[in-house]
């Protein structure tokens, strides 16, 4: 068993920055894939960003150039730096992990840009 808990959401304006962290229960050095995805009202969950165990890493295209995903092994962590924010990027993010074959979701944390 997985427990993920999302941190760093938020309010932002337009063009700011937040930076979103996941913290996992157990070390993540074994972990195959983390990963943050997003959903906004009345939309799909979508994947924003994954990061591998060997340290790759894919993104959205409405994220490339913008966001940077980052894990922390000996932390437990994975991050989310996110730049350059735009009001379609609000919506609640989950952080998410695969661990022997199971997906693990956490409970999501709300980013909101306006001005």
């Known amino acids: 068993q997985v427990q993920l808990v999302e941190s760093g959401g938020g309010l932002v304006q337009p063009g700011g920055s937040l930076k979103l962290s996941c913290a996992a229960s157990k070390s993540i050095f074994s972990f195959n894939a983390m990963g943050w995805y997003r959903q906004a009202p009345g939309k799909e969950r979508e994947l924003v960003a994954v990061?591998?165990?060997?340290?790759?890493?894919n993104y959205a295209d409405s994220v490339k150039g913008r966001f940077t995903i980052s894990r922390d092994n000996a932390k437990k962590r994975v991050y989310l730096q996110m730049n350059s924010l735009k009001p379609e990027d609000a919506a609640v993010y989950y952080c998410n992990a695969d661990y022997r074959y199971i997906s693990y979701w956490g409970q999501g944390t709300q980013v909101t840009v306006s001005s």
């Open positions: 990061i591998t165990s060997g340290g790759s890493t």
